[in-house]
């Protein structure tokens, strides 16, 4: 399951769909804790991307501005993949050896 093929869109969460069922679901409910947590970073993330497709629209462009919220928007993306990739390690450090085999 953790090599899986590589297709355009291929998600993380998708790395888990050929584990068996209850293993598939604990992978997914781990990956939904890590969002849930995580949900205030989300948000600013959201916001960021927001403020910089505002800033793209006025008259004159505050490149300073800009760039603030588009590094605001990649810290924020940055964080939430570090965190759900460590879920994965974990997940997977814990899983048998023929799990990680599917």
């Known amino acids: 399951w953790l090599i899986g093929r590589s297709n355009p869109g291929y998600s993380l969460e998708s ?15 781990a990956l939904r ?6 949900r205030a970073i989300i948000l600013d993330g959201q916001q960021a991307r927001r403020e910089a497709a505002n800033l793209l629209q006025l008259p ?5 501005a800009l760039a603030a919220a588009l590094e605001r928007a990649r810290n ?20 048998s050896p023929e799990d990680s085999q599917l």
Do not use: C, M, N
């Open 15 to 29: 790395a888990g769909s050929r584990l068996p069922a209850d293993d598939r679901k604990a992978f997914r409910q």
């Open 33 to 38: 804790e890590v969002r849930r947590e995580a």
């Open 60 to 64: 004159t462009l505050d490149t300073s």
């Open 76 to 95: 924020a993306d940055a964080t939430i993949r570090t965190r759900l990739e460590q879920r994965i390690i974990d997940f997977a450090a814990s899983s």
